[in-house]
Nanobody, 121 residues
Framework: QVQLVESGGGLVQPGGSLRLSCAAS????????MGWYRQVPGKQRELVAA???????NYSDSVKGRFTISRDNAKNTVYLQMNSLKSEDTAVYYC???????????????WGQGTQVTVSS
């Protein structure tokens, strides 16, 4: 059974930082592309960042230069370091595990339960 368990969310002031973690089990972690999505009420879930099994990175324009995705295959864990946080980063953040197509499109297959990130003074 695949499990993705996120942690690290919370309340932070604008300009602050948070690091999200996602521990995976039930999959051969090193073979998967891992991604972080976020969703706010009334809007579609959007891809924030992804990292392939080979280490190729992809970021949404809204977080480039502020967020960093990384992975530790020995710990079956993917991270999202979020710096210079803004109020518009407030959302539920979801970890995902999936694959990358030949056209470099990320396709998620498994999801975590989500963790709330709130950026507010």
């Amino acid at each position: 059974q695949v499990q993705l368990v996120e942690s690290g969310g919370g309340l932070v002031q604008p300009g602050g930082s948070l690091r999200l973690s996602c521990a995976a089990s039930g999959i051969i972690f090193s073979l998967y592309t891992m991604g972080w999505y976020r969703q706010v009420p009334g809007k579609q879930r959007e891809l924030v960042a992804a990292i392939t099994s080979g280490g190729t990175l992809n970021y949404s324009d809204s977080v480039k230069g502020r967020f960093t995705i990384s992975r530790d295959n020995a710990k079956n864990t993917v991270y999202l370091q979020m710096n210079s946080l803004k109020s518009e980063d407030t959302a539920v953040y979801y970890c995902s595990a999936g694959s990358t197509t030949r056209t470099s499109t990320y396709v998620p297959n498994h999801w975590g339960q989500g963790t709330q990130v709130t950026v507010s003074s």
